[in-house]
């Protein structure tokens, strides 16, 4: 069985190099991420047309999420090698855009003072170092070291976000945003989203016209606002760094479980993200946690897992790459394929109140349940928007599912749903003429065989919109 969960790369300086973002993709990359946190305007345009070349040299179609900076609060940049903080230390942290020091941080956030009250706990750096509030000293904040470590460069700052006074998306938020749909993004990521509201300010077109939002679920008030972010959200990312600063860490697992059931249900495809296998920055091997955390995130459900510092900055990208793929592929096929669907069933699948709905999600439980009965070779989604490939990758087939559209952009983005091998038909037609183009290709792609049956899910003549109302078993001639 080939690798069903999708993997996320992020993009760094560790990473820029044409032959390296080459490794990547053969290594099992299936999107890479721009992390707009660390970058200009210009090098992220730069660095998004490389991915894009080198793809196009590859012949293998590459997803591309601009991940939006959002109301991060970060560190003045700190001095050299960074600082080393110990246990029971004290120093000073004020409002300011000037680089940090080693015995006063600055922290680009203006309403510091105000906000952050005596007692309050900050965490830096995805939970690297924790720090209590000593109270106000003048134009400064006292804090004291509860956690020691390394901070280096600019890292995050975690302010509660029932404090945080900053409206998600910022103005610097869309202006990537503009930039990056005028080239053709595929998804973006909204990063501190606390309510449905939040992501539709973003306010492009729908996908595939524009591109999918992905909703950051990493605020206390998003858990609370999950259904409705989730309706509106094309996509979910279970961003573990703040999310485990806003509830108590034992809280995370189960809140991981949650989301991704959730988003699943909908329809959604929901990454897990931060810290996934962090030690490999330098090392060659995970620890044996983080090749546990990988496999139990697929366990969960998730349909991406994703690398941040590990190939932005890291000693071997490509390496991580293939570790993560190779941990994925072998818990993919540990997965419960055949309780999954009662599972959902208990979940309440969100089938909308319109019968076309309704009807997309009869017709796509009814391909899964009979690729499984009949033993499918593959099913065959004809979709030009992807609704349909969604639809049928929540149910999680052991049938490997083949996603076919003619509009481009739905094919870069079916490579973030989980399981699905994404491929551009040529031509349009009616549905049986796709249907046959459709079943050319993948026999010419070596997917299916003389004689292999094929559920075959789409649009019939009679359908409108973004209905999914046929389902065919079909032996492929």
Known sequence: MTRRTKIIASIGPASDDPRVLKGLIQSGMDI???????????????RYHRIRAVAAEVGRPVGILADLPGPKVRLGKLPG?????????????????????????????????TDIHEGD????????????????????LRVRVNHGGHLTGRPGIHIPSDRLRIATPTPEDLRFLDAFVEVGIDMIALSFVRSAHDVRRVGTEPAPRGP?????????AAVQNLASIVEVADAVMVARGDLGSEFPIEELPHLQKEIIRRCIAAGRPVITATQ????????????????????????????????????????????VVDVMSRIAARADEKFDYAGWPALLASLQLATGDSAESRVTNAVTSAAQRAASEI???????ISQSGFTVRSVARFRPKAKILGFSSDPRTVAQLTMSWGTTPYLLEAAGNA??????????????????????????????????????????????
Do not use: W
């Open 32 to 46: 890479a991420r721009i992390n707009l946190s660390h970058e200009s305007l210009e090098l992220a345009l730069e």
């Open 81 to 113: 090698d960074g600082v080393l903080l110990v246990d029971g230390q004290e120093f000073l942290v004020t409002p300011g855009t000037d680089p940090s020091t080693a015995e006063v941080f600055q922290v680009d956030y203006e309403d510091l003072l």
């Open 121 to 140: 706990q900050l965490v830096f750096g995805d939970g690297a170092v924790q720090v209590q509030s000593l109270g106000r000293q003048g134009d400064h």
């Open 212 to 220: 999918m939002v992905v909703a950051k679920i990493e605020t206390r």
């Open 276 to 319: 996934m296998l962090e030690s490999m920055i330098h090392s060659p091997s995970p620890t044996r946690a983080e090749a546990s955390d990988v496999a139990n995130a697929v366990f969960d459900g998730s349909s991406t897992v994703m690398l941040s510092g590990e190939t932005a900055i890291g000693d071997d990208p490509e390496h």
């Open 375 to 381: 033993g499918a070779a593959a099913i065959l989604c």
């Open 432 to 477: 049986d003429e796709l249907t046959d183009e459709a079943i050319s290709l993948a026999k010419r792609m070596g997917e299916i065989h003389t004689g292999d049956l094929v559920v075959v899910v789409g649009g019939s003549r009679f359908s409108k919109g973004r209905v999914t109302d046929t389902v065919r078993v079909i032996e492929v001639p």
